[in-house]
């Protein structure tokens, strides 16, 4: 099975997404970046994803703040731990051609993408997608930045063809079954 990682890096949080074929959400949380760190430097996300993808800071010309520079240094420690364990740089990717993507128009919002998500992946489902405890829905556990991580992992899956399709030489063991729905439980993050 591949997989794709995807990471919204903030400046003391970052949300991720590692996402499966047909672009199934298998994990996904938002962490304390030094949390993170710590699961890309080891196995257990390190070496999780057979491409990986980090939302890059992009300028537009107006005055930004302390902020966003350290979400800059994090990308960099991130990208870093990434390469130094498996080999490969990560794609930075800026934020506008997701939108596109995912909006047609780069004036789109992080409402515009969740709502276009959730029409590609869950529609006429109630909540979002994200059903219930009892009954899991596509998006179940999804809020705040981890919509924008999976939208940058699907940004991906779309636009790299062999993203999804490159055999993993050591596969990731499947998620242990959910005892209410006997799915696996991405809500649940790697760590």
């Given at each position: 099975?591949?997989?794709?990682?995807?990471?919204?890096?903030?400046?003391?949080?970052?949300?991720?997404?590692?996402?499966?074929?047909?672009?199934?959400?298998?994990?996904?949380?938002?962490?304390?970046?030094?949390?993170?760190?710590?699961?890309?430097?080891?196995?257990?996300?390190?070496?999780?994803?057979?491409?990986?993808?980090?939302?890059?800071?992009?300028?537009?010309?107006?005055?930004?703040?302390?902020?966003?520079?350290?979400?800059?240094?994090?990308?960099?420690?991130?990208?870093?731990?990434?390469?130094?364990?498996?080999?490969?740089?990560?794609?930075?990717?800026?934020?506008?051609?997701?939108?596109?993507?995912?909006?047609?128009?780069?004036?789109?919002?992080?409402?515009?993408?969740?709502?276009?998500?959730?029409?590609r992946f869950a529609h006429g489902q109630p909540n979002y997608g994200k059903g219930t405890k009892?009954?899991?829905?596509?998006?179940?556990?999804?809020?705040?930045?981890?919509?924008?991580?999976?939208?940058?992992?699907?940004?991906?899956?779309?636009?790299?063809?062999?993203?999804?399709?490159?055999?993993?030489?050591?596969?990731?063991?499947?998620?242990?079954?959910?005892?209410?729905?006997?799915?696996?439980?991405?809500?649940?993050?790697?760590?």
């Amino acid at each position: 099975m591949s997989t794709i990682l995807a990471i919204d890096p903030g400046n003391t949080e970052s949300a991720y997404a590692l996402i499966g074929p047909e672009c199934r959400p298998l994990y996904h949380e938002k962490i304390p970046n030094d949390e993170l760190l710590r699961g890309l430097q080891r196995a257990a996300i390190g070496t999780a994803a057979d491409h990986v993808a980090i939302e890059m800071i992009a300028s537009y010309g107006m005055p930004v703040g302390a902020d966003v520079f350290e979400t800059c240094v994090w990308i960099g420690r991130f990208a870093e731990a990434i390469e130094h364990r498996t080999g490969i740089a990560p794609d930075l990717i800026k934020r506008h051609p997701v939108k596109l993507h995912h909006c047609h128009s780069s004036k789109a919002k992080d409402s515009n993408i969740t709502r276009a998500l959730v029409d590609r992946f869950a529609h006429g489902q109630p909540n979002y997608g994200k059903g219930t405890k009892a009954a899991p829905g596509w998006f179940h556990g999804f809020k705040e930045d981890v919509w924008q991580a999976y939208a940058l992992a699907v940004y991906v899956a779309d636009n790299i063809p062999t993203a999804l399709t490159t055999p993993t030489p050591d596969p990731v063991p499947a998620a242990a079954p959910s005892a209410a729905a006997g799915t696996a439980r991405p809500d649940q993050g790697l760590f």
